[in-house]
Every structure is written in structure tokens, then in C-alpha cells.
């Protein structure tokens, strides 16, 4: 290309080699390494420096788990606090928000594993991670965090939403150590959530280097094990304990009791029990995706 | 500069009193030593299997500064030594140490100083080539700033200025093995460890590739392992090589050392009419053999002098007058190679086969 100069004012120099620079500066080693990764996996799981397509589903599925409590914060906004209580709208609790969002839930955390697991082996840039200061543990945990990230924008995002709205409208919890317990609580209660569904989801993932693969996996994976429990349950009258390993009550209903609002449905499934079942399912999910990776020849 | 302030406990073995050591201070002990003694590789007795299989029997291993060349047929043990190298396995008998660190004690140590180009072709079809490079260079501790700046001169560098930014799916074979040359040098590291870089090239893009790898190893002080069964292409940029065979190396050294032989004779090349040259060496007894204007005279150190004399006698005018230098192929045959399998036991080895013609012509394609 030529770029016009003014006469007179010809050019006295240009660039025909720029060199190779040496870097003699600070080196963040395995920290930097998994934050990057981290990072990157974060954005690679909500489609962003991606084409338009790779946005679509994550941003849906995010869009759609805030949809009910934006309504349920418009309703309190926009009815006269008298007309509300006349009208008889009962708002869902914390703990009863996820019903509402079970769908995209469940969508949501189909894929986000997959795309951050499985593209790294299909793509081979396993191979250049683990070249890299990082090692087998270190990069599997870059990859959890950032699973456990991106799934909390819905499991923790919209309770959250709805209290500082509630807050701000009045309706929030009193005092500042009620707002305090109530914030712990969704905070709390939103990673457990996460870090389960990251777990299951991630061992999932280890297992085949296809995403489509991986993603029906852990749809089959918790609807079986919610039909199955729920038909055990049932037909064979166990207890309700056992509902501690279903993927879909399971993990909401130990929501609900963090948030120390009892189970009408479950009774028989307390505390200690759901936490048991969400452990069992964290520990598993972990174990197969660690030994799954320390057994993968990356090389190749 | 500021020090290494989130340096690995794992990189214990290169801290000093102060704390951590700069990744810069404890490469330039390995920088500046071109010609000289120190290895920046040394892999003594590694035995690895795979299963059932044997990938290394007892591959004894030392890679000297500048570009050298790791030479073996498919399934010889290559691409398990380099991940050996890099700390990814853990060999099951003997030691390695590559720039002075144990890379299974000290693997994030190693890998930071180490860049690698792996062999396969596939990367991710939707990141841009500066997205990729820059997070590699991220990967191996550069900040965010400098890893930008850094992954835009690098691909620039290797003759992808104008396409840096395009998604890696739309590329080339050949752009995306630069690509894959970029990220390996994007950190500045000390040592490279290309795997097969020239597969699926053409000839042309092969000869541009293998020119910029002799430029990485000569211009940017960079040591080079390069992997590779094309035997041409290590002669081309190489200064060192070593052999693997069945998982055992059965030659190394400086190319000049491999490949010179105080047994192969001399060649010989005058000015004028040979013929009279070509006799008296006949009449000596010397088997000698004209390709061209060039006579190759076999025979041990005597026939040096020989021709010397004859040439003296004759009073010809010599234009070449040198020992004979064998090619890498030769080194090749004369070690009896075959690719394929390790040995099966280490404490029973077989005594190596002739070659087979196949196998001799996809090692000098």
C-alpha cells in the first residue's frame, strides 16, 4: 500500500525487521498460568471473542434464569403494597427460586463443562497447556473454577438480584445481620449448587473428547437418575432420603434447607442427608475427571 | 525488575536466599554458551513404557546448544522423549535433565523456560492467531501487556503479520504450523522442542519453515530440539543430531562429527582432464568412482596421501581436495536401523536387522 507523502517531506526510514525482543521481566508462573486459564475458559464457556453463534446459547440460558426474578422484582415494584397483599401473590422464597429456572439450569449446565473440557482435547490444546507451567492438577482446578464461575451467574445471580431489589423496595430482609444471614445463605448456597453440577458435569466431560457427546450425557445423567429415584421412590416406598442423590431435587432441595425453609414434599430428606448426597456426587465427578486426566497421554 | 513474586514452591530447587530466582537470571546460564560444553539436554539409561509396549529402552541422551536434530523412523521413541523432556511423564528408570533442572521435580520450572510445538495440526478453528499466541504467552507467566505486544511481533515474525487476526480454522497447514512456531517462542524461551514441524508442508513452505528455524536457533538465541524422520531436513538446519532407534540412541554428536569418517575417503575434483588421475590411482589400487567432475577415492587415511602424491606427481590443478562426508542417510544405514517397536526386554536386546528398503526411503523423503 502506498501512502501518499507530502512533497518535501519524504520518509527518512522504514521498518524492515522489527527483531526479536527478549523478555527479561517478571515471570507469574503456575499462578498467572491457571488465572489466564481461568480466564479464558471463563470466555470461551459465554461465547465472548467467539462468533456471534457461540453467544447465543449461554447468553439465552443466563437471560431466561434471571427471567422470574425480574418478574417476581417488577410485581413488587409496580403494585401498591396494599393491592399486593390483597391480590395473594405469594413470592417464591430464595430457596424456592430455582424450581422456576429448573430448564435452563439443567441446560446451562449440560454445555458449559463440555465446551471448556472437551475442546481442549479435541483441539489438542491440552497438549500446549500442559507444556506450559501448569500440570494435570493445577489445569483441571483453572477448569473447574472456571466452570464453578460461569455456573454461578445462574445459580447465585438471580436470588441475589432479587434481594437487593427487595432491599432497595423494602421488602428485604430486617437488619443488617438479616441482609447478612440472607446473603451468606445465597452465596452459600449457590456455590454448593455450582460446585456439584461442576463436579458431575466435568467428569462427564473427561470421558469423551466430544461435546455433543458430553452434553447429552449429563442431560440422560440427571434426568435418569431423577426419574429412577423419583419411581424408587415411589413404587418400592423408600425413604426420602434418597432423593439426596437425584441430580434435579437433590441439589434445590439442599438449596431450600441452607436457606432453612422446610421441605414439604421431602420431608424425610434432611440436612445431613442432602449434603451427604451432594458430597457423594461432588466426590464422584471429581475422582473420575482426575483419574480420567492423569491417565491421558498429551503428547500426541 | 521486579522479582518472582509468585514463583512455584514446586521450583523450590532454583530459589536462592532472596527468594525466587528471575526465570531470565537462571536462563542466561545457558545463554551464551554456543560452541561451548554445557548440554541443555542430558537423558541418561531412560526406560519408559506405555502398557506392554517399550518406548524408550535405556535412551542415553545429550543435546548440545544451537539446532539439533532428533532423528528416528515412526514409533522410534521421539515423541515420548519430548514429553519426558518436558516433565509430562515420569520415566521409569534413569534421569533427565534438561537446562540443569529434573524435569519430573521441577516440571512448571522447566516448561516455563521450554516452549513446544506439538505435532498435530488441529487448534482451536474459532480463536484469531493473536488471541491464541497471546494466551500461550499468558500461559508461560508474560503479563497481559506484554504478551500482546509480544504475540503480534512473534507472528510477524514468523510471516503471519497480515493474517494475525484471523480465526485458526480459516488457515493453511502451513500458517498453522507457524502459528504453532509462534506460540512455542512467544515467551522467550530457551529451548524449543518442535515435534514434526514440517509435517504436511509443501516444498516450498517446508524450506521457508526450515530457514526459520535455523533463524530461531542462529538470530534469536534460541536452542532447538527439532523432531523429525525427514532426514534432509536435519542436515539442512541442524548442528547437532541424535538417532534414535527402538527406543535406544545409536548415534549422536555434532553433525560434522556424524557425518565426517577418517574411513570414507577423500573426494577430489581438478581442473581439466582426470583421466590421468583416475589411472594412477588404478594403478595404486585405490577404488575410486566419477560422478560428474568429482572422483570419490574409498579407502582409509592412506589414500589422503595417495591422491596427494599423485596430484603433486601430475602436477594437475585441484579445485577439491577433502575427506568424504557421509549423509545422515548413511549414518542411518550404516547403524542397521529399522522404525517400529522398542526392543522387547532391555536385558535381552536383539541384535538390529538390515533395513528394509521401505522404511530407508520414508526416512530420506
Redesign the interface.
Known sequence: MTVPVPAGDAPRARILD?G??????????????MV??WR?SVQRALGL???TW?KVLPIASVLISYVPAIVFIGLVALLPEDEFIDSGIALPTYGEYFPFIQAALTLFIAFVAPEVLC?DR????V?????????RDTYLLSKAAAVVTVLSMVTIGPPLLMLVAYILQGVGPDGPAGVAATLLRIVGGGLVMAILYAAVSLGVSALTDRKAFATATVLLLVVVSSVFLGVLVDVADLPDAFHAVNLLIGPISLVQLIHGEPLVEFDGLTLPFAIAGAAAWTLVGATVCRVRYQLL???? | MADLGACDPAIAAVRDESGCRRVDAVRDEHRGHRGGDDAVVVAEGVVKHWGSTLALAGADVRVGPGVTGLLGANGSGKTTLLGLLLGLHRPDQGSIRVLGLDPTAAGPEVRARVGYSPEHHSLPPDVKAVDFVRHVAELHGLPRREATGRASDVLWQVGLGEERVRPLGTMSTGQRQRVKLAQAIVHDPVLVLLDEPTEGLDPVQRDDMLALIRRIGDDFGIHVLLSSHVLDEVERVADGAVILHAGAVVSSGSLSELQATSHGGVVVEVAGDHRPLLAALAERGLPVGVQGDRIFVEGGVEAFDVVRDELARLELPVRRLEPRRRSLEEVFLSSGLLGGQARAAIARPEPPAAPAADEVAELSS
Open positions: 522489527r526479536y525482543r527478549r523478555y527479561s521481566g517478571p515471570r507469574t508462573q503456575v499462578r498467572g498460568a489466564t486459564t479464558q471473542r467467539r462468533s457461540a475442546t479435541r483441539t489438542g490444546m497438549g500446549i497447556y500442559l507444556a506450559s507451567p501448569l500440570n497421554q498429551v503428547t500426541r
